[in-house]
């Protein structure tokens, strides 16, 4: 039985967690079961109000519709957090005049994060980066310690879209959390002290996510089966997949490239497969259950995660654990997730001709070469990345300093 522990985590997110956000959802999971409360404030008010882990729900209040409604609301929410929190308010308000916004600017931060002073909390966790843009001052303001993760967009191209949003955040005492060795770097090349950073990398189900791995040879004699697991995004280089995967077909190899995930790209990738003249090829399966994402697994050989951008990807630590041939590219926390020769293949991206060499060059690796590397991959998942091992950080992460 664990041991209680009084500590209560308020965690902000946009909403709460979908079957397939399996990262909140074990967090939330592993915390609770370290004796830790959970609380989730949702700044979507849409969503459901309750979850299925226990969680109590917080929603923000939605500021949409005619500006006459919305300024009867803001004035309804404005003497509710007076009454109701005045300490607070008066705290919140002065702290941002402090720091220079106007009295009207003042007023609106603190309608907007009305909703975050309902409940005492001792640690107010903002799951990714821009979600704590504009709430800087509510931890301070309802006396509870500030943590921010950082999980790879939020960090690298939230700032690309809102120039020096994060200019007040990292003057303010913020423990934060990455996923990756090099996401911490970027953070201290910024300015912020190693200390308050925590490097904390994703985790998966190691004991959903194995298969018993048999003597399976790659060697071009059958179509070589790859898949990737991605939104259909732009920033996860899956057009310069098809790119190399054309190359290929250039060569003669027979190939299967299944795609599971959907997105606002879809139409943009379906029609780039049909002008590279790989569409027979190619299959777009959509969003998938976790079962059926395993099963099709199991039936591949290779595994393809060529991003753009990547915070580092569980789905890549799944296709490892799973015995999968991996090939990723460099960006951000992919050349932490695999080892480049060791545990799969580090490409640079944006390169399709080099992706396509790598892959050539899986096939005429001896059988012996292969399962060498598919053993070093399963093994380094199942010691490294497991769900147990990252809880038990988090709990770390949340004591006092």
Not at 246 to 274: M, N
Request: charged share 15%; hydrophobic share 45%; with cysteine.
């Amino acid at each position: 039985m664990k041991e209680r522990n009084s500590k209560r985590i308020g965690l902000v997110l946009s909403a709460v967690p979908g079957y397939s956000e399996t990262f909140f959802r074990n967090k939330i999971a592993g915390l609770q079961a370290h004796g830790i409360e959970v609380v989730l404030f949702v700044t979507d008010a849409s969503g459901p109000s309750t979850t299925a882990f226990g969680c109590r729900v917080i929603p923000g209040r939605p500021f949409k519709g005619a500006v006459w409604y919305q300024m009867l609301l803001s004035i309804w929410v404005l003497f509710g957090v007076l009454l109701k929190h005045p300490r607070r308010s008066v705290r919140h308000f002065t702290l941002d005049r402090a720091t220079g916004f106007s009295v009207f600017s003042c007023v609106k931060r603190l309608v907007t994060n009305a909703f975050l002073f309902s409940t005492s909390v001792d640690w107010l966790h903002f799951g990714f980066g821009m979600l704590a843009v504009g709430r800087e001052h509510v931890a301070a303001s309802i006396g509870a310690d500030m943590a921010v993760s950082f999980r790879g967009f939020d960090l690298y191209l939230s700032p690309l879209k809102h120039p020096g949003c994060y200019d007040l955040l990292f003057k303010k005492a913020v423990r934060y959390h990455v996923l990756s060795q090099e996401m911490q770097a970027d953070l201290i090349a910024l300015g912020i002290s190693k200390a308050c950073i925590h490097v904390i990398p994703p985790a998966i189900d190691v004991a959903f996510f194995n298969k018993e791995l048999v003597t399976c040879v790659v060697d071009g004699s059958a179509p070589l089966r790859l898949v990737s697991v991605a939104r259909l995004h732009w920033k996860k280089g899956l057009e310069y997949t098809l790119e190399a995967l054309a190359i290929l077909q250039q060569q003669g190899i027979a190939f299967e490239y299944t795609i599971i995930g959907s997105g606002s790209e879809r139409e943009r990738l379906v029609f780039a497969a049909h002008q590279l003249g790989i569409s027979a090829s190619v299959i777009f399966a959509g969003k998938m259950a976790p079962e059926a994402v395993k099963a099709t697994l199991s039936q591949s050989d290779v595994y393809v995660q060529y991003s753009i951008q990547e915070g580092f990807c569980n789905a890549v630590l799944e296709a490892q654990a799973m015995g999968l041939l991996c090939v990723v590219s460099d960006a951000e926390g992919l050349a932490e997730n695999v080892l480049d020769g060791n545990t799969g293949w580090v490409v640079p991206k944006r390169q399709p001709a080099l992706l396509a060499r790598h892959l050539v060059d899986i096939l005429n690796l001896s059988g012996s070469q292969q399962m060498a590397i598919r053993h070093r991959a399963q093994a380094r998942v199942q010691a490294t990345f497991y769900l147990e091992q990252q809880q038990a950080a988090f709990v770390t992460f949340y004591q006092a300093s």
